[in-house]
């Protein structure tokens, strides 16, 4: 009788500690706690302004991944997000976050926060107003090659001449324009890595060191959309934030080299060349992690990327000094080819919708997503950059140490600027 009673003892206090094990399991598993001090709720900012947020998360289980974001009425995201991995039971958020172009519309938005600790999450979103102000074109600014050691920028407009900026030491691989930030980004081969200019104070901001490993970057290697991101010869793809932090990173493989980068929806687009024969492809990374989603194998070299409706994407490139377009669905990874005779392709700028020219050693061409193929428009054969200005509707056309603007698509010269050195990039500033 003993026996059956401490049998039926044992069980019992098995059964409390089963239940006391849950009970701790389930008070252990709790949801991160976030609380916003920065902004406040309500407040109003407009689309030259960089949000301010301060915020505090602590959670019993070391919190993995905080996203920052803006979202419209609907919690969908309108910005490109921010990531912090702290890996940490408590969190302080402290960061400016600049309001960039992709925000087109006045009206009211959430700044979300979501903090993840592997196997719970919150979302916070705190309630703020954004004003789009009008946008205008401040200038133009080309960055011209003094001499190999030394780099200039000029700026002008149709109604000034070009006036000096300032000069750049280092050479020159990439560059790449932040107009809300007032940044210009500049990256180099073997004496340059990356750097920061403030247009609106004619000063660095910040400047990334030179690595051992020569050469630092392809031509092409920058694009900036909400992070500057770049492409390293070698060992890896980053994205930099309007401080010089990295907020994003992706390893690439000891034999690629990754040249033209793109940022389409939550991916990143870049092609990756090779150190060695081995093939060419596009490779396709997820934004928010790094890590490769897919890769299509190539046989050329790109020259630009642009956007199309559906995910798509078009590419302008060069196989065996042909020009080549195609366009890359990224759903399917499968391109389709677009029939053309344009010549070696030098050049290419997205107009409005989903337009693309295309400047070439055979002239200008038009790609229409409604006609499926190549409109000459233009016999002019040395353009080495286009820039669109959508406001007024004028090109910035490049031409050894010349800027032509034409009107668009009128194509009529409307004025012609010399410089004393070759042309090395032309960008446009916005303002608001």
Sequence with gaps: MIGYKLIYYNAFIFLLLI??????????????????????????????????????????????????????????SVQQPRYEFP???EVDIM????????????????????????SQFKNVYQPIHISVLPTQLKRAIVITQKNNNLMELYGFSLSSDPNLITGIDGDFTASAINSAGGQMYISGASKLNLLAFN????????????????PMHNAGCLFFDGLIYTTYFTDYIYGYSQTGAIDFNSNVAETESPAIIWKEDNYILADFQRTNSG????????????????????NYKIVGFHSQENTSVLIT???????KVVLYYIAENVTSTIDISAGFIHCSVSLENGKVLIGSDEGIFLYDPSLMYLIKIDSQN????????????????VSNNEVVIKSWPQMENQKTFTFSDPILDLHLQFTK
């Excluded at 598993?29 to 960089?50: H, R």
């Excluded at 960061?95 to 600790?117: F, K, Q, T, V």
């Excluded at 490139?317 to 020009?323: K, S």
């Design 19 to 76: 239940i006391a094990i849950s009970c701790k399991k389930e008070v252990a598993n709790k949801v991160p706690v976030i609380n916003i001090e920065s902004p406040s709720a309500n407040q109003q900012f407009s689309t030259l302004d960089s949000i301010w947020i301060q915020a505090s998360i602590s959670d019993d289980n070391p919190v993995t991944s905080v996203k920052i974001t803006i979202t419209d009425q609907n919690f969908t």
């Design 87 to 89: 890996n940490s039971r």
């Design 95 to 118: 960061m400016h976050y600049p309001i960039n172009e992709s925000i087109s519309e006045s009206g009211d938005y959430y700044l979300l926060i979501r903090a993840e600790d592997g």
């Design 199 to 214: 247009l609106n104070e004619n000063k660095i901001d910040w400047q990334i060191e030179q690595v051992p490993l020569q």
């Design 279 to 298: 093939p060419t492809y596009i490779k396709t990374i997820y934004a928010t992690t790094g890590a490769e989603k897919q890769r299509f194998f190539t």
């Design 317 to 323: 490139a060069n196989e065996n000094q042909t020009g």
């Design 382 to 397: 040395d353009i080495s950059h286009i820039s669109f200005d959508n406001l007024s509707s004028q090109l910035y056309l």
